[in-house]
């Protein structure tokens, strides 16, 4: 019995003429390769440990803010209904959009920067790298190979961003970025989606803990007009129900507006095969330019009203200064991490020195999710806390 995909454009990824994994595997008879590398995503600890770490809100802080986790599914729903519409592979699309948070930190962007600042003088500390850490070298669930031994174009998707130094210690993998190419269309659907769901999805988080109210919304269009539009047409609605109905209506207006755009940037490129949507000059998934401006305009109202919200700035300080003190603590004495964590470290300071304690710390913390950072740190600094 074998699989047969579905039509694609024949710029699409193709599995059949994937660059391979890194250890050579047999081929399977029931899914396709990047289906394969979308499951194992799913089983691994580092998917899982999503559910409990920061997207805005610490989750402990309520039931029914997103995690990271819930984030992760949202944008692999909105980047797989794109890919179906544009014909190009979306078990690919799909896999890269479950795997791109893998390596973040707990506590969200404020966890990432903090340990961005404890490892600058060790490589610095980046989630994108990061995930491609895990699904290389840290997920330990095979017993021929470390890692998840994925293809070299889901891989490739990870990497959203990579300086030029990183970019020429990855080898095949770094080379898009110092030739300045563009990846395939599977990850530019799956970038510009992250952006559409944490967008859309922070107005429902941003209301839901009280930070956003409905009159300032009003200012901003695209929520403006929604909001509009389903008040005239449901004026008994209660407001629960309008905020949901409103945030959906926002949603579907930018992912129609994300397919026809770059259909028609398809159309105009005319490309034939994967290398001519790498060579383009600019990636061809894409907002129109009235839909990337309200886009943006919500961005920036998110960041001014929620992000930068003195309660949201608290958790951030606290979080920073929680990761901060994990990592020097582990640092100065590694015999403070868990057996296995510890061993991990005393390896790779081994092989690289100071710069390899650092990582396999900055390994384990990165791991962690908001509970437990937030327990470890009370393990090691508060008195009576059990060990």
Known sequence: MTFAPPARASFAENPETSRGRLREEPPSAMRTAFARDRDRIIHTSAFRRLKEKTQVFVAHEGDHFR????HTIEVAQIARSVALALKV??????????????GHTPFGH????????????????????????????????????????????????????C????????????????????????????NLADEIAYNNHDVDDGIRAQLLDLGALREVRLFRRQYDAV???????????????????????????????????????R???????RAQPKTLATLSAGCREEHLELKAFLREHVYRHYKVLRMTTKARRVLQELFEAFFKDLN??????RAQASQAEAMHGAAGRARGVADYIAGMTDRYAILEHRRLFEPGERT
């Open 163 to 190: 300086s030029l130094h990183n970019a020429r210690e990855l080898g095949e993998l770094g080379e898009r970025f110092i030739k300045r190419q563009q990846p395939g269309l599977e990850a530019q659907i799956a």
């Open 231 to 269: 008040a005239a047409q449901y004026p008994q609605l209660g407001e629960r129900r309008v905020i949901h109905e409103t945030i959906r209506r926002m949603i579907n207006y930018i992912v129609l507006d994300f397919i026809h755009s770059t259909q028609a940037q398809l159309d105009a490129a």
């Open 110 to 161: 404020a966890g990432q920067d903090a340990l961005n600042e404890c490892m600058r003088d060790y490589g610095g500390f980046e989630h994108n790298l990061q995930s491609l850490r895990v699904v290389d070298e840290l997920e330990e669930r095979y017993a021929e190979f470390p890692g998840l031994n994925l293809t070299f174009e889901c891989r490739e998707g990870i990497l959203k961003h």
């Open 271 to 277: 490309p034939r095969t994967i290398d001519e949507v």
């Open 336 to 341: 403070l991490m868990p057996p296995e964590h």
């Open 89 to 102: 592979n979306e078990a690919l699309t799909e896999a890269i959009c479950l795997a791109h948070d893998l």
């Open 67 to 70: 995690t990271r986790l819930i």
